[in-house]
């Protein structure tokens, strides 16, 4: 069985993705955020600046990030699509393994193309321990909503940011974090 997500606001075309349906794992709610290697959840008074994305359909603004290693950031986050965007943090195997969990999500009828079935997601939280994407290095938002994420950055890591809604990765929805010291 495959599942399709459309996306009737491009002008050039309509762009039809088909993802097919397979196995996934059940990840506990916030096992991929919980590396080491990603950095950890900041707080608010620390820091440092405050970097404002906006989210299109398929495309961030900027499409790149300059950090400091060590650095704590507040990013703002701006859902200006048509269609349901992610904003997460984390490594390629990261995004990869988050995939899985967006795919069940979808699956169980959570992620439609422009919102998010909140009632369906509690269920599925109560039921398999994730379906409500609170995780501290993500923010999931419907069209024309705004979030944010604080984040400290480790050292020495490689990592980007990325939608992972099905097929939203693969079209090109992902952006480098230049660590620099």
Not at 44 to 51: G, L, Q, Y
Request: with cysteine.
């Amino acid at each position: 069985m495959n599942f399709k997500f459309v996306n009737e606001t491009l002008t050039a075309a309509m762009v039809v993705v088909s993802i097919p349906l397979f196995a996934t794992e059940v990840f506990a709610a916030g096992s991929h955020s919980s590396s080491a290697d990603l950095g950890s959840p900041g707080i608010a008074s620390d820091a440092t600046r405050t970097i404002e994305v906006t989210m299109y359909d398929n495309y961030y603004e900027p499409e790149s990030l300059d950090v400091q290693e060590g650095e704590t950031v507040r990013f703002v986050i701006k859902n200006e699509g048509d269609l349901v965007h992610e904003f997460n943090i984390g490594t390629t195997e990261g995004h990869a393994a988050h995939q899985d969990e967006m795919m069940m999500m979808v699956e169980h009828g959570v992620l439609e193309a422009d919102r998010i079935n909140w009632t369906v997601a509690r269920k599925m939280q109560a039921s398999m321990g994730h379906g409500t994407h609170d995780d501290p290095n993500s923010t999931l938002l419907e069209p024309g909503e705004s979030g944010e994420v604080i984040w400290s950055f480790p050292v020495h890591a490689t990592l980007e940011f990325a939608c992972n809604v099905p097929g939203h990765y693969d079209a090109g929805m992902m952006g480098e974090i230049n660590l620099t010291h």
